[in-house]
């Protein structure tokens, strides 16, 4: 029931453009928003994953939609455009999420992998066509992850070594106590977990690929001493953390408790560690009934920013990339439909 819901709702984000990308998000004021071009990327491979667990069709043609709308807003420079349909600066975090879709589109991808490694400086750091201009996140883990996923199709041999670097750039950033300086959004906030998820998720997936066990390990900590303040508050988590792990607990940010399961049930695939399997589902389980199943079309199956609704992440909206992260958990959960 669960992912058959979000999945319509995923349609409608999809048909509310005319087929031109998934739309950003609904507002119950401003109901749709223009498709954001960094989601629809990596919302393509979870809708090819469900066209093969669901064995339907119409999903794949969806995700081929997505792909081709994705191919006529590239930039002649090969980046791909931030903010949302109609823009046309180039970011280098959207362009480096678009990659998760392009698997099947080589010129598409080639040239976006050309383009982002011309903008990498020589200590391993991209620092132009940021979100927050003069801020280096340490969420740009996910952009180098996103290259080299990328590179499993392309082959290019100078990837891997830059994105070694690259990815040590960041690891820099581990704090003795877990946390990672700027994971957040900007300097010196606390990070939503959905930004604290990401970096972590840069992180393991680009340590998985470049065989960098000490990284993992890492990422293991940070986990663990995140599931040690969730104990510590009642097993709640909380919606943002800052660097010392204070928690504001007045809201959950959906997004980053589904990207947590993921997280943690790949940590378990690792490990074998029951703790990280519980988590999986406990993190899940935190958030399902925040999923709306009602009669609006509009919000049928969709998952808010934020439980309650009013939250600090995207108040009052429902974001097509909740949808996404809550299906990729639930299909590595025992969670109904």
């Known amino acids: 029931m669960h992912s058959d819901a979000a999945l319509h709702w995923i349609r409608r984000s999809i048909e509310a453009t005319g087929g031109q990308g998934s739309s950003h998000s609904w507002h119950p004021l401003f109901g749709w928003s223009k498709a954001y ?23 794949r043609q969806l995700a081929f939609s997505c792909i081709n709308w994705l191919e006529t807003i590239q930039l002649p420079s090969g980046a791909f455009p931030g903010l949302l349909a109609g ?41 132009a066509h940021a979100f927050v201009p003069g801020f280096v996140p340490s969420y740009y883990t996910r952009a180098v992850w996103g290259v080299l996923h990328a590179n499993d199709s392309l082959k290019k041999p100078e990837v891997e070594g830059l994105m070694w670097r690259s990815l040590h750039f960041y690891a820099e950033r581990f704090l003795p106590n877990g946390a990672v300086k700027d994971w957040g959004f900007r300097a010196s906030e606390a990070a939503f977990t959905h930004t604290l998820a990401y970096t972590l998720e840069g992180f393991w997936g680009s ?19 995140l599931l040690a303040e969730r104990a510590r508050a009642g097993g709640r988590t909380a919606g943002r953390y800052d660097e010392h792990w ?19 049930h790949k940590i378990w695939a690792l490990t074998g560690e029951p703790k990280f399997e519980e988590a999986a589902s406990s993190f899940l389980s935190e958030i399902i009934g925040s999923q709306k199943l009602c009669a609006n079309k509009n919000t049928f199956g969709a998952l808010p920013g934020s439980a309650p609704l ?11 990339w909740a949808a996404k992260f809550f299906l990729d958990a639930v299909s590595r959960n025992s969670v109904p439909g």
Not at 313 to 318: A, K, N
């Open 37 to 59: 071009p960094e989601t629809t990327g990596y919302l393509i491979e979870t809708l090819l994953t469900y066209a093969e667990l669901k064995q339907d069709e119409s999903l």
């Open 87 to 127: 823009n046309t600066r180039p970011s280098i975090f959207n362009t480096s999420q678009i990659l998760f879709g392009l698997t099947n589109r080589k010129d598409a991808s080639e040239r976006a992998v050309s383009w982002l490694l011309s903008n990498l400086e020589p200590d391993g750091a991209w620092r």
């Open 207 to 225: 340590a998985e690929r470049l065989g960098e066990q000490a990284i993992m390990d890492k990422v293991i900590a940070s986990m663990e001493r």
């Open 246 to 264: 204070k928690g504001d607990y007045s809201f959950l940010c959906v997004t980053g408790n589904c990207q947590l399961s993921i997280l943690c």
């Open 310 to 320: 009013w939250g600090a992440y995207l108040p009052f909206r429902y974001p097509n």
